[in-house]
């Protein structure tokens, strides 16, 4: 079954970290090109990265995270991660890791991440 599982959210504090993983079964992440998108409440989705392993691990940001975020991969363990670094109060939302395989959008159920003092 080719699905994507995201985990790793939480509650951090403002300038906080937390490191998101979104682990692929059923496919090679590597070879496709791995996005993360989040959705805050009341919000539509918003771009936030992307990622492509075997492209020389090519990747890009959304202006809004960039110099605080950072994709990576590890192929070997078939999963991608978002570390997210001096967090704001307007990054809290839900995060999903998602791709395309066939035409089809594989999109995980997503992982909560909270930022409050």
């Known amino acids: 079954q080719v699905q994507l599982v995201e985990s790793g959210g939480g509650l951090a504090q403002p300038g906080g970290s937390l490191r998101l993983s979104c682990a692929g079964s059923?496919?090679?992440?590597?070879?496709?090109?791995i996005h993360w998108v989040r959705q805050a409440p009341g919000k539509g989705l918003e771009w936030v990265s992307v990622?492509?392993?075997?492209?020389?691990?090519?990747?890009f940001y959304a202006d809004s995270v960039k110099g605080r975020f950072t994709i990576s991969g590890d192929s070997a363990k078939n999963t991608l991660y978002l570390q997210m670094n001096s967090l704001k109060i307007e990054d809290a939302a839900v995060y999903y890791c998602?791709?395309?395989?066939?035409?089809?959008?594989?999109r995980g159920q997503g992982t909560q991440v909270s930022v409050s003092s």
């Open positions: 998602g791709t395309k395989i066939g035409g089809a959008t594989i």
């Open positions: 059923g496919f090679t992440v590597s070879t496709y090109w």
């Open positions: 990622i492509n392993i075997d492209r020389g691990g090519s990747t």
